[in-house]
Every structure is written in C-alpha cells, then in structure tokens.
Nanobody, 125 residues
Framework: QVQLVESGGGLVQAGGSLRLSCAAS????????MAWFRQAPGKEREFVAN????????NYADSVKGRSTIFRDNAKNTVYLQMNSLKPDDTAVYYC??????????????????WGQGTQVTVSP
C-alpha cells in the first residue's frame, strides 16, 4: 500500500523559508516521478513542482520558480520542497504526489495516482 507522509509545514512570516518533506513507502521510490501540489482555500489544487526519478530533471510553476527547489533522496525515499522568499499567496495546504515516469510531462492531478494527506503552510504578511 502506497503511503506518502508530508511534514515541515507551519506558520512563517513573509520573506521566510520552509522545507517540506514527503516520506514514501509501499513503492519503488526511485522509479517514480514525485510532485508537490498546493490548494488554497476556495481554489483548485494546483501544480507546484515535480522531479523525475533521476533526481535531476525538474519542472516548476511560474508562481514559485526561482523561489523554490524540489529535490529528492532516493536512499531515504523522500522528496523535499525548499521554499524561500515566501509570500502570503503561498498560503495553502501542500500535497505530495507520486506518479509513473510519464507523469513528469503532466501537471494535472490526474497525472499522479498517489497522494499524501497534506501539510498546512501559512505565510503571514
């Protein structure tokens, strides 16, 4: 059974940083594309970033590009999202997702089969 468990969320002031983690189990982690999505109150869940199984190829949403870095440690079955220069607009529940190799080329919810429960990120002005 696939399990994705996020951690690292919290309350931070604008301009601050957070590192989110997602620990995976029940999958051959190194074979999966991993992604982060987020959902703000009253809004659709949106793509934030993804990383191919090689740990090198990445995609970012324009809204976080240059401020966030996704990376993975295949030995620890964990994917991370380092977020810097946070803004109040970054406030959302952040979800980790896992998909097959082809998921790297998609940025929609349907491209990823497995999801975590989410971790809340709140950025105060």
């Amino acid at each position: 059974q696939v399990q994705l468990v996020e951690s690292g969320g919290g309350l931070v002031q604008a301009g601050g940083s957070l590192r989110l983690s997602c620990a995976a189990s029940g999958i051959t982690f190194s074979s999966y594309t991993m992604a982060w999505f987020r959902q703000a109150p009253g809004k659709e869940r949106e793509f934030v970033a993804n990383i191919y199984r090689d740990g090198v190829s990445t995609n970012y949403a324009d809204s976080v590009k240059g401020r966030s870095t996704i990376f993975r440690d295949n030995a620890k079955n964990t994917v991370y999202l380092q977020m810097n220069s946070l803004k109040p607009d970054d406030t959302a529940v952040y979800y980790c997702a896992a998909g097959g190799p082809g998921s790297f080329y998609g940025k929609g919810r349907a491209d990823f089969a497995s999801w975590g429960q989410g971790t809340q990120v709140t950025v105060s002005p």
